[in-house]
């Protein structure tokens, strides 16, 4: 057992809530075709199971709808299926079963029928509780709602210093007004430091690097929070909600094509070969929603991981900006004052 399942059964006989835990772990059942850990409720009997468990590597009889091809070996072909049926004595491939003479027509019709619906009845049990998990994973995913997005006055107040700063470089005149010729002369003054003098020029660049910093990280903060704050929108949780409907529509759409195969190969048993690639559109439907519930379980854990940490670090560039901004401004005013020296 593996270091990390121990403590996860630990956090369970403790009565920590480890559903989403659970849910991932049934979830994971699709890649081994272990369809029967959807039936346990406790992480201690998945493992027991799971450990107990002895996949079966005769995929001839296997169900043909839960067709993946990275899985399936040597089977490409429905026909090449094995009929397991009790009207019929041995287990037969569909094609060979075709060939037999002891059923008529409608008999072999009746019994290929039987057993499409068997796998189209089983298949859509298993994924129905698929799917149940897949929403109720990211139900439990989207709960957390506590992130805030960045101050839009902090970042509105840190750009008009730094607008200020700029035109004070560019186009001092904008700051000169007739009214006030003192104003004028000291705005004059400032721009002829920053003209003829590096060394404070430098340190100008630099304040203006750092909000530029503080800038970038809290537009990507805002970004990554309004993607998390768009799963909790009506449009995605009627998504969510309708994966059910869109599945439902595809097994449909299977169990029409199986029943059109049926039909085809009693007349022309000849044609009985149907590529199982063209049954696999409900597992590429399934994966779609589980690489979108990943995805958003990882902006979730990024999040949770990172909040704290990044707010933190943008805290302390906003003050170090305007520490150093204000620190900016002062020495223009001692400098021109002549009380200090560059």
């Known amino acids: 057992m593996k ?15 480890i559903d989403n835990i659970i849910l991932k772990k049934q979830i994971e059942c699709k890649k081994s075709r272990n369809l029967d850990l959807h039936n346990y409720n406790n992480y201690s009997d998945l493992i027991i199971y799971e450990y107990l468990y002895e996949d079966n590597e005769d995929y001839t009889v296997r169900n043909p709808l839960s067709y993946k091809t990275d899985l399936w070996k040597e089977v490409e072909s429905l026909d090449q299926l094995v009929v397991k049926h009790p009207d019929v004595g041995k ?34 049990e298993t994924t129905s509780k698929n799917l149940k998990d897949l929403q109720r994973l990211f139900f439990i995913i989207t709960k957390n709602d506590k992130y805030k997005k960045p101050s839009k ?7 008009l210093f730094l607008l200020f700063n700029i035109v004070l470089f560019t186009m001092p005149q904008i700051f000169q007004f007739k009214l006030i010729p003192s104003l004028s002369d000291y705005i004059d003054s400032w721009n002829q430091l920053l003209q003829n003098t590096p060394i404070y020029t430098g340190y100008g660049a630099f304040v203006i690097l750092l909000f530029a910093l503080y800038a970038f990280q809290s537009y990507s903060l805002f970004r990554r929070i309004k993607g998390i704050m768009r799963e909790k929108e009506s449009s995605v949780i009627r998504k ?17 094509k199986l029943e059109k195969y049926v039909d085809l190969v009693i007349k022309k048993p000849d044609k009985s070969r149907l590529d199982l690639k063209t049954l696999s559109n409900t597992e590429i439907l399934q994966d779609k929603y589980k690489l979108y519930v990943k995805k958003t379980e990882k902006k979730y854990a990024w999040m949770s991981k990172n909040y704290n940490k990044n707010l933190k670090r943008l805290r302390v560039l906003y003050f170090s900006f305007m520490l150093f901004d204000l620190i900016f401004i002062g020495l223009a005013y001692v400098i021109i004052r002549g009380l200090i020296n560059v």
Do not use: T
């Open 3 to 17: 270091p990390s399942e121990k403590l996860i059964l630990m956090l369970e006989l403790n009565n920590y809530n």
């Open 153 to 159: 006055v902090a970042l509105i107040v840190g750009f």
């Open 91 to 124: 287990k037969l491939s569909i094609k060979d079963f075709l060939s037999i003479e002891i059923f008529s027509d409608s008999e072999k019709k009746d019994i290929l029928n039987g057993i499409m619906k068997s796998w189209v009845n089983d298949y859509r």
């Open 240 to 256: 969510i909600y309708k994966w059910d409907i869109d599945m439902e529509k595809a097994i449909s759409k299977q169990s029409r």
